[in-house]
Nanobody, 128 residues
Framework: QVQLVESGGGLVQAGGSLRLSCAASGRSFSNYALGWFRQAPGKEREFVAA????????YYADSVKGRFTISRDNAKNMVFLQMNSLKPEDTAIYYC?????????????????????WGQGTQVTVSS
């Protein structure tokens, strides 16, 4: 059974940093794209960043480009999101997602409802 477990969320002041982690289990994820989405209160879930399977190309939402960095460790079945220069508008629940044999760009263009594998989410709160 596929399981994704996020960690690393918390409360941070604007301008600060957090590093989110997502541990994947149940199978090898080396041929899965792994990504991060977020959902703020009253808003739809939105794409944040993704990393492709294989060569590991990345894709970012414009709102986080230059501030967030996604990376993966295939040996440990983990994906990370380093978040720097955090802003109050980054406050949301952050979710890890996985999809087989797609690129990061494809994950960006997919509706969240089309993705099968999700974690339970981790809260990130950025105070002003």
């Amino acid at each position: 059974q596929v399981q994704l477990v996020e960690s690393g969320g918390g409360l941070v002041q604007a301008g600060g940093s957090l590093r989110l982690s997502c541990a994947a289990s149940g199978r090898s994820f080396s041929n899965y794209a792994l990504g991060w989405f977020r959902q703020a209160p009253g808003k739809e879930r939105e794409f944040v960043a993704a990393v492709s399977w294989g060569a590991g190309s990345t894709y970012y939402a414009d709102s986080v480009k230059g501030r967030f960095t996604i990376s993966r460790d295939n040996a440990k079945n983990m994906v990370f999101l380093q978040m720097n220069s955090l802003k109050p508008e980054d406050t949301a629940i952050y979710y890890c997602a996985a999809a087989r044999l797609i690129t990061a760009r494809v994950m960006y263009n997919m509706s969240p409802s089309d993705l099968t594998y999700w974690g339970q989410g981790t809260q990130v709160t950025v105070s002003s």
